[in-house]
C-alpha cells in the first residue's frame, strides 16, 4: 500500500486517477442539471485544497473550487443535511461554534443561530438561500463572510491532479451587488463565473463577501446569492431562486422521471428505487439528440457511449426514450471517416465526447453494444419508423464489426491500440493490468474478450429482427447465421474446462487466459452461452472465492492480479452484477439473480442516500462490517443507478415483445422482506398496464389493477 505522501494511480477509462491524499472522512453532497454539477463538504462549502475534485463545474471545467462560510470569523457547525428524494433541492443545516470576546469570555455561544444552506442548481446556476435565525433571548449582532474563487480548471487536470494554469489571461470585475470572475483560457474560449448578489453584502471584493447582520430574539435574516457558469458557447442568465426553483422541480416531475413506477411495500426498499430513479434523472444531460445518461459525478460527467447504452438497456422495460434518445445521439456521433484521429474507424461509435466533441473512439465493445440496443428497443417497441432512420447506422456499425473489428479474419472481433496513447485494450475493463493469464503474465496483442464476442452475437441476432421487419430477409437470414457460427466457434474456443468457465480472452496468440473473472457471466446474458455451460458458470458465481457476500467480485479471490481495492481486479461493479442476474434469468436460476439482488440492497443500505456507486471493494462480508467504497469511483453513476431497475426486471421475469403486444411474467419471484411489489404505467404503444405481485407463503401471484388498450399480460409460473 502507498504511504500517504505517496501518489496512487487507478487506471479509469483513458485517463490516470491520482489519489496522493488521504480521503476525507466528509459526506461529499451532489448537485446537478444538465451539463453543471457541483461537489460540496458536508457542511456545504466548496474547498479544492482540502478534497481535490470539490468544485462547481459545467461542460467539464471548474467555475468554482473555492466557496467557503464562516460565522463570527469560525467555520459552522453541522446539524444535518437533507437531500431531497427528487435530487433537486439540498438543504444543509448548520449552527454557530462558540463565540469568544476579550479576556475569552463567551459572547455568542454554541448553538445560538440556526442556519440553513438551501441549493439548487438550474441552467448553469448554483441558486442559494441562507437563513438565518437568532434564538437568543436578545438581539444579536453577528459577521457572515462568504469567500469564493475560480481556478477554471479541466475536470480532466483535477482528475490527474495536474495543477495547470488554465487561464491565458484572467479579469475580474467588482460592482456593488456582484463579481466577475473572468479568463480567456488557452482554448482561447473566455469563461466567466458570476456572484450575483440578490442580497446586497455591506462590503465586497474581488472574492469576499461580508454581511453584517443584527438580528432581534427570535428573528431571522435571509440571504439570496447565485453563482452562474458562462462560456462564449454556454451563455447564462440568472433568474431569482423562486423562479428557477419552480422550473427545476416542474422537468423532475415531467421529463427527469420514468414514466413506469415501481412501489415496493418495504419502505426502505422502495427508498432506495426511488434514489436510484432520481439518480437516473439527474444524470440525464441535453444534447441535440435528446436527454441521455452522462456516465457518472465527477470523473465522467460526459458522453460515454458504453455506459449509455448500459444504462439506457437496464432502464428500457421501464423508460424506453432513454434508449431512443441514446441511440439517435450515439448514431448522430457514429465516426464516418477512419483519418479523423482518435483512434476513429468508419462506423465506430464514439466511446466518449466531452464539451460535444469526441475525444476518443476506442471501445471495442461500444459498436456491438450499439447494435444490440438498437435491436432490443425495436423488441420493446416495434417502431419501425425509427429502425428505418437508424438503419444506415446500424448497417455500418455491423460493417465495422466485420472489417474493423476481426482484422484477422478469425471470426472473433479484437481490440488493439489505434494510437500510441490508447492502452492495449479498451474492452469495459481498460486497466492496464485487467486482462492477464492464470500465472499472472498481463495478455498482449490484439485480444479478443469473452463478453465482447457475445454483445457481437447478440447484436447480429437482433439486427437480423429488424432487417426481417425492413423487408431485407436475405440480410436477416445472413446475420442469424453470422451469429450461430459465433456461438459454435466460441464455445470451442473461449470454454476451459479447468476453471468451469469461459477464458477472459483469447491473447494475440489465440492463447486463453484461464482466468475466472466476471465478464464470462456477462455472457449470459447475451445469451451465446450454452445452456449446460451456463449452468457451470452460475455455479462458480456463486462460490465463496466470487460472491464477497455484497456481489459478484469482477476477478475471483484465488487468482493472481485479485485486489479487492483495485479498479477491475477483485472490486464489486453494481451493474455488471445486475447484468449477471440478468443472466441468471434468462438461464431461469432466479434463485441467483435473487442473491445478487438481496446482496445489493443490503450493500446500499450501508452507502450514503442508498446510493450504490460505480463499484465499491471487494473484501469478504464478515459480520457487522459494512461494504467499502473505492476513492476513485463516481457517485452517483447512472449504470449503478440503472442496475436496480435491471435486477427487479430480472426477479419478477419481465419481458415485452411490442411486435406481439404482449408482457411476459417469467416465474416471477419477490426479494427477501418484500410482500408486495407494484408497477404502474408500464407501456406497450399506446396501451399500459399495471400490476401487483403479491407474496403467498412460498409462492406468489400477480394482479391487474389496471389496463388499457390492447396489451396482453402473460403469466409463466
Known sequence: MALASEPSFIDTELHQVVTSDVPSGERTLVLRHDDCFALFNEIGDIDAETRSEAGLYRAGVRHLSRLTLSVAGQRPLLLASVQRDDNVLLAVNLTNADVRGEGGRIVLPRGTLHITRTRFIWNGVCHELLRVRNFALNAIAVELVIRFYSDFENIVDVRAQRRMDAARRRYEHVEVDSVTQSCLGRDEVLRETVVDCHTAPEAITADTLRYRLQIGSRGEKNISLAFGCSAQNRPVQIATFTRSLAAAEELA?????????????????????????????????????????????????????????????????????????????LAATQSGDSGAGHGAELGKIVNEARGGQPTNFYGVDTTPLFVMLAGAYFQRTADLAFMTELWPSISAALRWIDVYGDVDGDGFV??????????????????????????????????????????????????????????????????????????????????????????????????????????????????????????????????????????VRT???????????????????????????????????????????????????????????????????????????????????????????????????????????????????????????????????????????????????????????????????
Open 555 to 717: 476477478v475471483a479471490e484465488n487468482e493472481l492480479r485479485y485486489n479487492p481495492m483495485s479498479y477491475h481486479n477483485g472490486s464489486v461493479w453494481p451493474l455488471d452484477n445486475a447484468l449477471m442476474a440478468a443472466g441468471a434469468a434468462r438461464n431461469d436460476d432466479k434463485a441467483f439473480a435473487l442473491r445478487i439482488l438481496n446482496s445489493q440492497f443490503e450493500a446500499a443500505r450501508h452507502f450514503d442516500l442508498l446510493r450504490l456507486p460505480e463499484l465499491f471493494c471487494g473484501f469478504k462480508r464478515r459480520g457487522r462490517e459494512t461494504p467499502l467504497q473505492c476513492p476513485v469511483a463516481c457517485s452517483p453513476h447512472s449504470g449503478s443507478a440503472a442496475a436496480p431497475f435491471l435486477m427487479m426486471q430480472s426477479v419478477l421475469g419481465v419481458g415485452i415483445d411490442a411486435l406481439d403486444g404482449q408482457i411476459v411474467l417469467a416465474h416471477p419471484v419477490l426479494p427477501d422482506g418484500l410482500n408486495e411489489l407494484s408497477v404502474r404505467g408500464l407501456s406497450v404503444g399506446e396501451a399500459s398496464v399495471d400490476f401487483t405481485v403479491r407474496r403467498h407463503g412460498g409462492s406468489v401471484s400477480v394482479s391487474v389493477e389496471r389496463r388499457e388498450g390492447k396489451v396482453d399480460l402473460v403469466i409463466r409460473s
Open 414 to 551: 479484437e481490440t488493439r491500440p489505434r494510437t500510441s496513447n490508447e492502452p492495449a485494450q479498451y474492452g469495459w475493463k481498460s486497466s492496464p493490468d485487467a486482462i492477464f493469464h492464470s500465472d499472472g503474465r498481463v495478455a498482449t496483442g490484439p485480444l479478443a474478450l469473452c463478453e465482447v464476442q457475445g454483445y457481437v452475437y447478440a447484436a447480429r441476432l437482433g439486427a437480423a429482427r429488424i432487417a426481417r421487419s425492413l423487408g431485407d430477409v436475405p440480410r436477416a437470414i445472413t446475420l442469424v447465421e453470422q451469429a450461430q457460427a459465433l456461438q459454435a466457434r466460441f464455445n470451442t474456443a473461449f470454454w476451459c474446462t479447468d476453471i468451469e468457465s469461459y477464458a477472459l480472452a483469447l491473447d494475440g496468440d489465440k492463447q486463453p487466459c484461464r482466468v475466472r473473472a466476471s465478464n464470462a457471466g456477462q455472457c449470459l446474458y447475451t445469451g451465446i452461452a450454452q445452456a449446460e455451460r451456463a449452468r457451470q458458470i452460475l455455479a462458480g458465481l456463486g462460490d465463496e472465492h466470487f460472491f464477497s457476500g455484497w456481489g
Open 253 to 329: 416531475r415531467r421529463e427527469a422521471r420514468s414514466p413506469t413506477q415501481v412501489q415496493a411495500s418495504d419502505p426502505v426498499f422502495n427508498t432506495w428505487l426511488r434514489r436510484a430513479a432520481a439518480d437516473m434523472g439527474m444524470l440525464l444531460t441535453v444534447t441535440p439528440q435528446g436527454r441521455i445518461p452522462a456516465a457518472g459525478i465527477p470523473w465522467l460527467d460526459a458522453t460515454f457511449g458504453r455506459d449509455a447504452i448500459n444504462a439506457a438497456f437496464a432502464m428500457l422495460w421501464m423508460w424506453p426514450e432513454i434508449a431512443r434518445n441514446t441511440l439517435r445521439r
